[in-house]
């Protein structure tokens, strides 16, 4: 008695329709994992207050006694989430500035092509230099005015 032919389906092509939908499928897992990161950081800094123990300290102030140009961003950033926008101003005058040029950056990453003259801009290096030495005047005046 012979027996039946056994059905073996075909394999499906190994081109790059299987590999785009791989990387598709990587990159919608690692941008969920990142946006709920993100959220979750969001609801940490809103609802636990900087000047609790949970938070590091700035290793160079505890150092030098001096300023770092990020001192005070944690207490910034929680005053900004929580809407006291004057208070992230007093925390950290350049954080509350910059804030709009990092939401630019994010977005320039994220358009990729699609914006190439902002994408193109951002990354001058005349822009990049008076980024650099806005954050450097910005140290030195705040540990010369104490602020």
């Not at 709009?100 to 193109?120: H, Q, Y």
């Not at 990049?128 to 005046?141: E, G, H, K, Q, Y």
Request: proline letters at 9%; charged letters at 15%.
């Amino acid at each position: 008695m012979t027996k039946p032919p056994v059905y073996i389906p075909p394999e499906p092509p190994a081109g790059p329709q299987s590999t785009a939908k791989a990387r598709v499928t990587r990159r919608m897992i690692l941008t969920a994992v990142i946006c709920i990161a993100a959220i979750g950081a969001v609801i940490l800094y809103a609802s636990v207050d900087p000047s609790t123990n949970l938070y590091p300290r700035c290793s160079f102030r505890m150092l030098t006694g001096l300023s770092c140009p990020g001192c005070g961003s944690q207490r910034a950033l929680h005053a900004l989430l929580n809407g006291d926008p004057a208070a992230a101003f007093r925390f950290n005058a350049i954080l509350a500035i910059e804030i709009p040029l990092i939401v630019l950056l994010i977005v320039s990453r994220i358009s990729g092509d699609r914006a190439p003259r902002l994408r193109k801009f951002l990354s001058a290096r005349a822009f990049i230099l008076l980024l650099l030495s806005t954050i450097i005047i910005w140290t030195v005046v705040r540990n010369i005015l104490e602020i």
